[in-house]
């Protein structure tokens, strides 16, 4: 037995109001991904491809220290994630917790987060959807530093024409994901 | 500054701290203790000013629990049961009699004796944890293994 007692340190100190950010890992078809949540929602999730120690450095530093790993603060979204990726579910209900992006990233995010399920955009539109039409550069850069991959859907932004354009988590990942939303894809 | 992630502290000196505390108020209670110094440290960790020593940071609150948990059980008998079973993670202490003499120890020697043998600090460490200079934490450990050696001669 483990004298270490994780589930109720977590549980205290949820209960307490001092756990700031929880923790967990979720397997995906395409890798293992890394989701945080604060008492507000959903503030982070991450692909295989940035080090765990980095993305809890970045949650320490820019939320509060105060990091636990506590899958139980993370069923809602865990279980929300599982149903999408087997072509179950087509939107997220967890609350999101935006704090992470701010200005014209932000207003992009919140944008992306609008396009519903197995529709594509181009960074042109996005760009003209969060009030700046010329942005398109930094919506593309909203994109590519989005800090809410797969729940803030930035691989339905694509280049005009219809190129993939850029994927944090790689360009076989976004095309996986449209070809699961597209119904391409044999579950 | 920047302070790590708690969990980092937990992941590198969690097992340690559990250590300290189940050769200083047995295996039974060291669970609850345990808990207690996280909750404790976590609360106040976003306004820790110092990072340079977080292990004796964590051990300095975990004496404290420790003095907390004896005053709760002084009036309580020493419990002698057997030591429950455990897993390969956290060996209890190899000589359950002789930590209970440990246990029996004045304050400062006990904590200075457990945190030289269980937690394995240097004196320098176990001054900044009960709060003594160095030679001071040197001399309890040395009065605290007097003090041992002559109720186990008995």
């Not at chain 2, 106040?44 to 020593?53: C, E, S, V």
Request: hydrophobic share 40%; glycine share 8%.
């Amino acid at each position: 037995m483990n004298p270490i007692d994780m589930t109720e340190l977590a549980r205290r100190a949820a209960e307490e109001g001092i756990l700031d950010v929880a923790y967990a890992t979720v397997d995906a078809p395409f890798g293992r991904m890394l989701v945080a949540a604060t008492p507000q929602g959903l503030v982070r999730t991450a692909f295989d491809k940035e080090r765990t120690d980095d993305v809890l450095s970045e949650l320490s530093d820019r939320i509060s220290p105060r990091v636990l790993e506590a899958p139980a603060r993370l069923d809602g979204v865990r279980r929300e994630l599982d149903e999408y990726f087997e072509g179950r579910r087509t939107e997220f209900s967890t609350p999101i917790d935006w704090r992470l992006s701010r200005g014209f990233l932000l207003r992009a995010r919140e944008a992306c987060a609008t396009i519903p399920y197995g529709q594509v955009r181009t960074y042109k539109e996005l760009a003209t959807a969060a009030g700046s039409p010329e942005a398109v550069r930094a919506a593309g850069n909203a994109m590519a530093k989005n800090p809410i991959p797969i729940v803030v859907p930035c691989h339905r932004v694509l280049r005009t024409g219809g190129a993939l354009g850029g994927y944090g988590g790689g360009l076989e990942c976004k095309r996986w994901l449209l070809d699961l939303e597209s119904g391409h894809l044999r579950l | 500054m920047r302070l790590p992630p708690f969990q980092t502290l937990i992941d590198r000196h969690g097992r340690e701290v559990h250590r300290y505390l189940a050769a200083c108020v047995g295996p039974i209670d060291a669970d609850d203790c345990w808990q207690d110094t996280m909750l404790a440290a976590l609360r106040a960790y976003p306004g820790l000013r110092d990072d340079r020593n977080l292990r004796g940071w964590l051990l300095r609150i975990a004496a404290r629990k420790v003095l907390d948990s004896h005053r709760a059980t002084r009036r309580r008998p020493v419990p002698v049961a057997d030591v429950p079973e455990r897993g390969a993670d956290s060996p209890p202490p190899p000589d359950p009699a002789l930590w209970r003499a440990v246990r029996r120890l004045p304050e400062k020697q006990r904590a200075a004796v457990t945190l030289r043998f269980a937690a394995d600090l240097d004196y320098a460490a176990i001054g900044d944890v009960i709060d003594c200079s160095e030679a001071a934490a040197r001399q309890n450990v040395r009065a605290g293994l007097a003090g041992v050696r002559r109720e186990w001669v008995r």
